[in-house]
């Protein structure tokens, strides 16, 4: 395949989803060009502008590597391939983004306290009931709902192992585009480090 100069053959796959692992800063393309030909890597942006920090006396990143892109873009999207396609991780997505029951004990204490309150104006000497007891109809009824068990959040009735073995083909089928549109689904992050990835994060969103 052929190089023109001053444009990558195909576009990046990792911009907007690799940070630095030592300054989170983002890590973005960066092209020389020895004997002619446009070479491409991944560099930390803080580091690319060690000087310029170092001089303004801003923090200068050590995490100067450049790591070449094409080298790189095939561990990180090997990584979240083996993250989406090994069952005992994928149960652990589950679990981990399973959504947690809502905690209302403070709002119940609220009114709990306010009932408290309320039948002891019942007692006052010339006071209004019927207004009052309005009210504690009204903060009972609200009570109650506060009360009321939520419903288990429902577990995902999937066969993971299956499910691995499906996506697996699929997964390395995908084009760049694809794989864009899915680490953007995942909100998937990668922290590159001088070794290269040193670890990455799944958020999936809640429905």
């Known amino acids: 395949m052929k190089y023109q100069p001053g444009r990558k053959v195909d576009p990046d796959l990792l911009t907007g989803h690799v940070v630095c692992a030592v300054c989170e800063q ?3 393309v960066k092209k020389s060009s020895p004997r002619g030909i446009p070479v491409y890597h991944y560099a930390c942006s803080n580091a690319s502008r060690g000087k310029a920090n170092q001089a303004a006396g801003r923090f200068k990143c050590p995490n100067n590597r450049y790591h070449n892109m094409e080298r790189l873009e095939q561990k990180c999207w090997a990584a ?3 993250h989406l ?3 005992d991780l994928l149960a652990q997505l589950f679990e981990e ?3 947690a029951p809502p905690n209302h004990t403070d709002e119940i204490k609220q009114k709990e306290d306010q009932l408290v ?3 002891g ?4 000497p010339g006071r209004v009931t019927s207004a009052v007891k309005r009210k504690i109809e009204a903060v009972e009824d609200e009570l109650a709902l506060l009360q009321q068990a939520p419903p288990p959040s429902p577990t995902p009735n999937v066969d ?3 499910f691995a073995e499906q996506l697996k083909p699929h997964l390395a089928s ?3 585009h694809a794989r864009r549109e899915l680490m953007t689904a995942l909100r998937v992050r990668f922290f590159i480090n001088r070794e290269g990835l040193e670890r990455l994060e799944i958020t999936v969103p809640r429905a």
């Open 117 to 119: 309150g309320l039948y």
């Open 97 to 99: 983004h399973a959504e």
């Open 160 to 162: 993971l192992v299956r």
């Open 174 to 176: 995908t084009g760049k």
């Open 121 to 124: 104006l019942l007692t006052e």
């Open 26 to 28: 983002s890590v973005n």
């Open 85 to 87: 396609t090994d069952p």
């Open 80 to 82: 979240l391939v083996h």
